[in-house]
């Protein structure tokens, strides 16, 4: 045998690949005409309130997530057979123009959503979801959405002096009318991260808040059944936004504001899971990962198990039709 014959070109992951694994890599689609999901990375962190490092977890969380392979054992979903997925790449955002990073979102979102693609949005900070979610609404031509939101925190601040912050985005969707509040359910508030004067805020809207220490009390599927009866009713679909805050640090320490008393990896997953399966899911959003506050790339993990739990359910719709 010719020496040559054992060398392969070089392969800088640390396993080498199994030849009967399908991956999440294999799935991408170069067509977006012929795709179900459309990958988008943000990688924009201008707008965070606390610790910065989100604007380099696109490309952190798509490393992990594509190593992941396309079977899933758990609901015996296999995304090779019937899921098809495009990665527009990341937007390119001005870092020094939170205005025009946030049009250019909003008109990515908008589009995709009118070629009936479902985002899956990898920020970037939770500032973004301003955009994401106008450039939903628009993307459907104005009609209601529903929001499921699972965060530490309300994220409804006053722009106090105009500034807009990771803990604006909800007040200014609620105030512009882009969403309305009883179409808006926030999953796993944290006592001691808000203020009275925003939960009266939430509460006027008729926002309806689910604060972590309930999810720990519940089945987490329940916890999902409650939120799509609220999203559902009345709307044209329903969007996940999700901060990556919402967990206990132990879950994923990688975070701009870490919130002890947070939920599980198995809530989080198992609530997305739910929801991704549901035929009114518009798509999804993960933000708040900060890859240099993760050292041992805990969170970066758990953010693309999200993103997988997001594809299967997704699969699980098209595998049931």
Known sequence: MNWRSWLRPPDHSPVPPDPHDVRIADLLQADPSRAHVALIGIPFDTTVIGRRGAREAPGAIRRALYRMTAFDLESGVDLAGNLRLVDLGDIAVVHTDVHETHRRVATVVTEAIRQGLRPL????????????????VEGLGGPPIGVVQFDAHHDLRELLEGEITSGTPFRRLLEEGILQGRHLVQIGLIGGRNSRAYYEVARQHGVQMIPASRVHGTDPEAIARTALEAVTAGTAGFWISFDMDVFDPAHAPGVSAPSPGGLTAFQGLAMVHRLSAHPACLGMELMETAPPLDPDGRTVALAAALAYRFLVGQGELRQQS
Do not use: E, F
Not at 121 to 136: K, M, N, P, Q
């Open 121 to 136: 949005i990898l920020g970037g900070d939770h500032g973004l979801s301003y955009a994401t979610i106008r450039g939903v």
